[in-house]
């Protein structure tokens, strides 16, 4: 065990990795002699050299466009986007190419591409630094998308990544790459809990609260309010949004009755509209009141000075925790 | 590819300060003139450097530092016309500054109380562009506006060494070289893109790409004022007499971190950035005004005063800056009323009205 933070972790996961599987490759701008603007590839380059740990043009399509090339020759790319924002030119790749290969060769060549990308806000960011474009990529069949919240998660999650055959968009939340936790970093992922299955991360019989990345410690810290007011909420990290564990969720809101959705990404057609109308249809006779979402607004992200108002944070969520309960 | 910039290099004035003659380009210009080059250089980086210092001192979230680059950025800006438009990156505030744009509109959009910053209609500039190469479409497209309205101004556009690998730019090359557009792309190579260097992203020199997209390509000296604003002067002319675009490409250095977030120590070695400083622009217009007559000890000392009194106004300026309402997020998200922004607003304003007085 040692206590590590989360961007040390990933480190320490894309390092195994590396060791483990000669084809396993990274790539994307400045992780080299830079290790990466967080740091998350820190000391790779140095350790597996410029073949393996590459940086590369400043060309997001060409990122993942050559990975998709790679992949197709038995590599296992993992490639950095800089930040969220910044995925955007690399769309089309991602969309167009990634996620319908392995359906389009009939399997043949599948694509076990990494996409790693930091995101979310509350980082103090200029513009284009602090958003949660997770939606899009949830809604693009083909593409499987996690999200780690804690140092534990994010060691195991990202070799589970790297080792799934099929694409993997990886969300790294960022204002979250400085939490610590202990983390044993001899942990084999053969052990580990699939990354596609949510988690009960705290037991609670008043109300669901589903969340994932950065918002699963701001919801556990409404979870340790609203204790003290004697409602116990049960807190879900769903840590995949494609596939979409719903029967986890379900089942804890059988025993609820009432469900509150978590995330910053906007909520207009986020993952809280899926979860609601799924959650809808197969627990309408147990559920105590319409299921609420706590999210972005419908604005661009705000310049940083107004972030606050725009992030969820722990009052916006116990504010829809008394909505539910008050129905 | 030479660290010096090769034979190609344009120069006017050396890195000594000694006025120097090239076949193709050349500036005449007024004493006057001339000191007004060296002035907006000075103040332009009081501005980079107060910038730094309020970034420092928690008052900006960031800043993106143009030392070194003053000469490129000044010396193009002062080659456009009024009715001109410039498409800055992140990082033109030399170039902002020629076009009238308040150094506090910039800190403002650093400081986190705004996206944007100023009105590009008033300024015939564009707002800065942080995703790297967007703004060169752009730049194209407002080019070819200008030739569809018979207008004979021409657009500047900015980027960097880096953002010519991006698909974006050079889609942008290959339509201003298919429609003759009037623009002027501007590429300060400022020899990194973060921590990567130069060789990361071309094998030939930069200004050659230009050849393969059927327009010309020139490598001037970024550091030289005069030959930027003489190469920027033909280039623009060129684009106003329908001969399309052209690509320039300012040899220069990015002196400071890339932003007040990076730390250069970490990918390059301290002796490159003495090399250039050597090769300051600022310092070889003073020898040559100093040298030449063209100025004296009572102007360059006018200068730092102007520029020490800027500097308060600007520190003070920024401290001043309001934060914006909350609910303001919500304005000008479309340009006519939306259903969705209008509930969510009113949603917004409940709640957080709810904790006037009250309390949570
Ligand atoms: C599409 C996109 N990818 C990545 C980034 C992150 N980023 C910001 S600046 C930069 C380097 C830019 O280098 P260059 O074009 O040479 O301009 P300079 O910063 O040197 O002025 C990078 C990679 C970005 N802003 N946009
Ligand atoms: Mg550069």
């Known amino acids: 065990m040692a206590v590590t933070t989360m961007a040390k972790a990933i480190n320490a996961g894309l390092r195994k990795a590396l060791e483990d599987d000669p084809k396993v490759l990274l790539m994307g701008e400045d992780i080299g002699k830079l290790g990466g603007v967080f740091r998350v590839t820190d000391g790779l380059q140095k350790d597996f050299g410029e073949a393996r740990v590459i940086d590369s043009p400043l060309a997001e399509s060409g ?62 960011a200029v513009e284009h630094h602090s958003e949660s474009p997770e939606a899009y990529f949830a809604h693009t069949a083909g593409l499987r998308v996690i999200s780690p919240s804690n140092p534990v998660d ?71 309010v609203a204790a003290a007011d004697g409602t116990e909420l049960e807190v879900i990290d769903l840590r995949s949004l494609s596939p979409l564990d719903v029967p986890t969720v379900a ?14 990404a906007p909520v207009f057609l986020g993952m809280g509209a899926e979860l609601a109308a799924r959650i809808t249809e197969e627990c309408f006779y147990s559920l105590e009141a319409p299921v609420l979402r706590v999210g972005g607004y419908h604005t661009p992200y705000p310049p940083s000075r107004l972030e606050e108002d725009y992030l969820p944070d722990l009052d916006r969520v116990l504010d829809a925790v008394d909505r539910a309960l008050a129905f | 590819m030479t660290a010096d910039g090769g ?17 193709d380009y050349d500036v005449d210009l007024t004493p006057d003139q001339l000191r007004g080059l060296y002035r907006d250089l000075v103040l332009v980086r009081r501005v980079d450097s107060e910038a730094t210092a309020l970034q420092r001192q928690g008052e ?14 000044v010396g193009s800006g002062r080659a456009l016309a009024p009715g001109d438009f410039a498409f800055p990156t992140y990082r033109e505030h030399g170039v902002a500054w020629t076009r009238g744009v308040a150094p506090l509109q910039l800190l403002s959009l650093f400081r986190g109380v705004t996206n944007g910053g100023w009105d590009p209609q008033a300024h015939n500039m564009a707002l800065y562009t942080i995703v790297i190469g967007d703004q060169t479409l752009h730049a194209v497209g407002y080019a070819m506006g200008m030739q569809r309205d018979d207008d004979d101004s021409a657009v500047i556009c900015y980027f960097g060494d880096g953002a010519t690998s991006q698909g974006d730019v050079n889609e942008a090359f290959v339509f201003a070289a298919v429609y003759n557009a009037p623009v002027v792309f501007f590429c300060q190579n400022n020899q990194w893109a973060i921590s990567e260097p130069l060789e ?6 930069l200004y050659r790409r230009a050849d393969g997209f059927g327009f010309p390509g020139v490598r001037v000296d970024g550091n030289d004022v005069l030959a930027v604003l003489a190469v920027t002067n033909a280039a623009l002319a060129a684009a106003r007499e329908g001969q399309g675009p052209t690509l320039i490409e300012a040899f220069t250095y990015r002196m400071g971190a890339h932003t007040t977030s990076d730390d250069p120590t970490r990918y390059r070695v301290a002796a490159d950035l003495e ?4 090769k ?26 102007e520029a020490q009194e800027m500097a308060v106004a600007l520190r003070d300026g920024c401290r001043g800056l309001p934060d914006p309402a909350p609910a303001s997020m919500f304005d000008h998200v479309y340009s006519e009323p939306h259903l969705l922004v209008q509930t969510e607003r009113a949603a917004f304003e409940t709640y957080h009205s709810s904790f006037v007085g009250g309390g949570h």
């Not at chain 1, 969300?171 to 299955?197: C, G, H, M």
């Not at chain 2, 900006?60 to 950025?73: F, H, K, N, R, V």
């Open chain 2, 275 to 278: 090399a250039w400083k050597l």
């Open chain 2, 7 to 23: 034979p190609e290099l344009i120069q006017l004035l050396t890195p000594e300060g000694e006025r120097v003659h090239h076949p």
């Open chain 1, 251 to 264: 089942a804890s809101v059988r025993r609820t009755g009432r469900l509150v959705v978590v995330h910053e």
């Open chain 2, 280 to 305: 300051d622009p600022i310092e070889r217009l003073k020898v040559y005004l100093a040298r030449s007559g063209k100025a004296d000890h009572d102007f360059f000392a006018a200068v730092e005063v």
């Open chain 2, 60 to 73: 900006l979230g960031l800043w993106a530092q143009c030392i070194g680059q003053e000469a490129a950025q």
């Open chain 1, 63 to 124: 990122i993942v466009g050559t990975a998709v090339g790679l992949a197709m020759r038995g590599f296992r790319p993992v490639v950095e986007i800089q930040f969220d924002g910044f995925v955007f030119p690399a769309f089309d790749q991602i969309v167009t190419q990634v996620a319908k290969h392995n359906a389009r060769s009939s399997g043949r060549t599948p694509m076990p591409i990494t996409i790693r990308i930091p995101y979310g806000g509350g980082i103090g």
């Open chain 1, 154 to 224: 994010a060691f195991a999650m990202v070799r589970q990544a790297i080792a799934c055959n099929d694409p993997v968009v990886f969300f790294e939340p960022k204002r979250r790459y400085w939490d610590k936790a202990d983390v044993d970093l001899t942990a084999d992922i053969t052990s580990a809990t699939s990354p596609f299955e949510a988690r009960i991360v705290r037991p609670g019989g008043s109300v669901t609260v589903a969340c994932y990345g950065p918002m699963v410690r701001t919801c556990l810290e409404a979870a340790t």
């Open chain 2, 200 to 205: 990361r992203q071309t094998r030939i020199p």
